[in-house]
């Protein structure tokens, strides 16, 4: 069955700081077509910081589209054209305060690919080395360490309700079952 | 420490047809100002639709703001109001053609909480049976069955993308491993 949709007219709503608005006239499969909104976003980033002693570190902030703190592993944006990898070195350093020795990486994220066009990059860190936090202005964070065991259940009892925050620690901790 | 914002100003910058897109001026913590962008959406739906001998149905849609076919359980947006669980049933039903004896509630899912307000309700549907399929006009989706097993091993292997399948995947084997 042939899936594909073809781009016939493309047209900005919105340019923004982190996000553009597109309306997109598409062509579908049976010649019809359709009205296509999308948001462009350049990326993201996350990390699992993990410890010799089995602990992960997360951040608390203010959330503003659920106006309430979200507990989430460090992330950030992309600066265009930037290298996911060292964009998550930074963000670690950033809101965490630590440098790793070791990065796998757990593989890309689409937050919500009916309408949203970011991918985000998901690392796990080990090999941690503290030094002081450097958070970007006018951004408040309230460090969490926890067990990774107990973050895994906070994923199941649905206490931590952000994508990449889900997705990277229950992969974290598979593959560390699995010994990888 | 206060992480809460407060909100000074807000502003429509476009009102669609599954998204609108808000910039609001917030007033931070430490008394300065900053713009807020922000996407709303009336939130979605997905499951876990799992048989009695183990497997998964998924179903393999083009995905236009990644110009790609994305494999993903089945989905969709609620209407305003709409009770989570029955768009979830309707879901099933139009998507993967079963009916579900079952559910289990696996969590929320927030798919980028940095400009995004969408909650994704995600549930492990078991007990099924299949109907015919009765999809969206103007959906075109083919479908996928495979052990769950498989399903989580393609998540590890970064070989599904989207948010919602590989957090409600994951839950789900972790959530049967338990014995949940």
Redesign the interface.
């Known amino acids: 069955?042939?899936?594909?949709?073809k781009?016939l007219k493309k047209e900005y709503?919105?340019k923004?700081?982190?996000?553009n608005?597109r309306?997109?006239e598409?062509l579908?499969?049976?010649g019809?077509t359709?009205?296509?909104?999308?948001?462009e976003?350049n990326g993201?980033v996350c990390v699992v910081p993990l410890d010799d002693d089995g602990n992960v570190y997360m951040v608390?902030?203010?959330?503003?589209?659920?106006?309430k703190?979200?507990t989430?592993i460090p992330a950030g944006?992309l600066e265009k054209g930037e290298d996911p990898l060292e964009a998550g070195k930074r963000e670690l350093k950033e809101e965490v305060g630590a440098i790793a020795q070791n990065y796998v990486?757990?593989?890309?994220?689409?937050?919500?690919?009916?309408?949203?066009?970011?991918?985000?990059h998901m690392y796990l860190a080990t090999g941690l080395s503290f030094c002081d936090t450097d958070p970007d202005e006018?951004e408040?964070?309230?460090p969490v360490k926890i067990p990774l065991k107990t973050a895994?259940d906070m994923?199941?009892?649905?206490e931590l309700?952000?994508?990449?925050t889900?997705?990277a620690i229950?992969?974290a901790y598979?593959?560390m079952e699995?010994g990888e």
């Open positions: 069955m042939n899936l594909e949709e781009q709503m919105y923004g700081k982190i996000i608005l309306r997109d598409a579908l499969p049976n019809k359709a009205i296509r909104e999308i948001v976003h993201g608390q902030q203010f959330r503003y589209p659920y106006f703190v979200v989430e944006k990486f757990l593989g890309e994220l689409y937050p919500s690919p009916g309408y949203c066009g970011e991918i985000i006018d408040f964070l309230e895994v994923v199941l009892k649905n309700a952000d994508s990449k889900q997705a229950l992969k598979l593959l699995k």
